[in-house]
Nanobody, 124 residues
Framework: QVQLVESGGGLVQAGGSLRLSCLAS????????MGWFRRPPGKEREFVAA????????SYADSVKGRFTISRDNAENIVFLQMNSLKPEDTAVYSC?????????????????WGQGTQVTVSS
C-alpha cells in the first residue's frame, strides 16, 4: 500500500506562485514515475505533469509548460510541483499519483495510487 498526502495549496493572486508537495508513505515510490493531475471546478480531472523514477524525464501539459516544474527527492519520498505565473484557470484540486511504470505517463490509467488532493485557488 502507498499513501500519498498533498500539501501546499491555498489562495493566491494571479501571477503568484505556489509550491505543492506530495509525501509518500508505506511502500517507496522511488521505483515509479510520479504525476500531478488537477480537477478544475465542474470539469474532468486532467493531466498536469509527470516525472520518471530517477527524475531524468519530465512531461507537462501544454497549458502549464514554462510555468510549472515537477521535481522529486527519492531519499525523502516526496514530489514537488512548483507553480509560477499562476492564472485563474489554474484553479483546481491538485492530486499526485504513483505511476505503474518507471517512465512518466499522461493518462489516469498510468497511475495506481492517488492522494486526496489540495485546493489551489487563483484570484484575478
Amino acid at each position: 500500500q502507498v499513501q500519498l498526502v498533498e500539501s501546499g495549496g491555498g489562495l493566491v493572486q494571479a501571477g503568484g506562485s505556489l509550491r505543492l508537495s506530495c509525501l509518500a508513505s508505506g511502500r517507496t515510490v522511488s521505483d515509479a514515475a510520479m504525476g500531478w493531475f488537477r480537477r478544475p471546478p465542474g470539469k474532468e480531472r486532467e493531466f498536469v505533469a509527470a516525472i520518471s523514477w530517477r527524475g531524468g524525464l519530465r512531461s507537462y501539459a501544454d497549458s502549464v509548460k514554462g510555468r510549472f516544474t515537477i521535481s522529486r527527492d527519492n531519499a525523502e519520498n516526496i514530489v514537488f510541483l512548483q507553480m509560477n505565473s499562476l492564472k485563474p484557470e489554474d484553479t483546481a484540486v491538485y492530486s499526485c499519483a504513483r505511476g505503474v511504470r518507471t517512465l512518466p505517463g499522461t493518462g489516469q490509467s498510468d497511475y495506481d495510487y492517488w492522494g486526496q488532493g489540495t485546493q489551489v485557488t487563483v484570484s484575478s
